[in-house]
């Protein structure tokens, strides 16, 4: 049998193999396509499946590791493993909600910027030089 695969509508029906590489014009929208064998057709779709699929696999692994790199960080880096002078490690949420949650309970509110508990960077360091100094001044 030969298939008739409308790319207008997305209608499909087998025909008569006579009609094989012949333009025809689609019974729902009328869109003109040609009409082909169905094995190459369906070798093609699966072919097409396959790829998508390994991709597909290939995208969850790599999900998956990321995920589970990121678990492994928060877990490794228990809060006494932390240069709270040097570290992002106070942006990821499981470390700042509790935080949010103290505030949140004693009734005040707070807006929060996870950007604003990243100490890395050389103006910590400078911070903490100036403070360890500070009866030079
Ligand atoms: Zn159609």
Not at 2 to 8: D, E
Not at 67 to 78: C, G, W
Request: net charge positive.
């Amino acid at each position: 049998m030969a298939i008739f695969l409308c790319k207008g509508c997305n209608h499909t029906q087998e025909v008569d193999n006579k009609h094989i590489n012949k333009k025809a014009k689609c019974p729902k929208c009328e869109y003109i396509v040609t009409v082909y064998d169905t094995v190459p057709v369906l070798k093609n779709i699966l072919k097409r499946y396959h790829e998508l699929n390994f991709k597909l696999k290939d995208t969850e692994n790599k999900l998956t590791k990321i995920e589970n790199l990121n678990n492994d960080i928060i877990k490794n880096n228990s809060i006494h493993d932390i240069d709270i002078h040097n570290t992002k490690s106070l942006m990821h949420k499981e470390r700042y909600l509790p935080i949010v949650k103290w505030f949140k309970d004693q009734n005040i509110k707070v807006k929060f910027t996870t950007e604003s508990i990243d100490t890395t960077g050389f103006f910590d360091e400078v911070a903490l030089l100036l403070g360890d100094n500070y009866s030079l001044f």
